[in-house]
T-cell receptor, first 111, second 112 residues
Framework: QKEVEQNSGPLSVPEGAIASLNCTYS??????FFWYRQYSGKSPELIMF????GDKEDGRFTAQLNKASQYVSLLIRDSQPSDSATYLC???????????FGAGTILRVKS | EADIYQTPRYLVIGTGKKITLECSQT?????MYWYQQDPGMELHLIHY???????EKGDLSSESTVSRIRTEHFPLTLESARPSHTSQYLC???????????FGQGTRLTVV
């Protein structure tokens, strides 16, 4: 079992729709969680981070964390073609003190 | 905007050569990371550092080595490059264990 699991996709949504990206993690002691966006051939860039259970909103993006279920999600409202990218979930696991990435979910927003 | 720099951006080199990939950050971050990523594939952590004179191997075994003599500098060295080392190498840094990591632009290495 991978430490951070994501559905590889691709997830296809029409322009203007809500895209929902999910991530599960295995280290129950993990305390901080991140969503990165990576365009093809580019470096990952941070979209959001979340530390506490519940929702965190930033513009069109909402991160959701449920530590009991070891589940993190990212919602993108009003999806745009420019949102088409690979979305990486990252977890700062307690053991080993390392930032571990999931394999990423490919999102395609069709106009 | 993150201030973390990698050089070179692209490198094509022959088998058996020694290479060093440079990574520098001006943010004073203690934690630094090296990730390896093949096209369309996931990021794999190959080395990390908590601070000066502290380095650890990551989850993916790598023939490369790293050093951390100065806080801002975290170079990666391959003593003898092979075609199997062809990949993109990404350097990142973070302020502490709970904070986000900022990435450099990456070095795309091709060993022929």
């Amino acid at each position: 079992q991978k430490e951070v699991e994501q559905n590889s996709g691709p997830l296809s949504v029409p322009e203007g729709a809500i895209a929902s990206l999910n991530c599960t993690y295995s280290d129950r002691g993990s305390q901080s969680f991140f969503w990165y966006r990576q365009y093809s051939g580019k470096s990952p860039e941070l979209i959001m981070f979340i530390y506490s259970n519940g929702d965190k909103e930033d513009g069109r993006f909402t991160a959701q964390l449920n530590k009991a279920s070891q589940y993190v999600s990212l919602l993108i409202r009003d999806s745009q073609p420019s949102d088409s990218a690979t979305y990486l979930c990252a977890v700062n696991r307690e053991y080993g003190n390392k930032l571990v990435f999931g394999a990423g979910t490919i999102l395609r927003v069709k106009s | 905007e993150a201030d973390i720099y990698q050089t070179p951006r692209y490198l094509v080199i022959g088998t058996g050569k020694k290479i060093t990939l440079e990574c520098s950050q001006t943010m004073g971050h203690d934690k630094m990371y090296w990730y390896q990523q093949d096209p369309g594939m996931e990021l794999h952590l190959i080395h990390y550092s908590y601070g000066v004179n502290s380095t650890e191997k990551g989850d993916l075994s790598s023939e490369s080595t790293v050093s951390r003599i100065r806080t801002e500098h975290f170079p990666l060295t391959l003593e003898s490059a092979r075609p199997s080392h062809t990949s993109q190498y990404l350097c990142a840094s973070s302020e502490n264990r709970a904070s986000e990591a900022f990435f450099g632009q990456g070095t795309r290495l091709t060993v022929v």
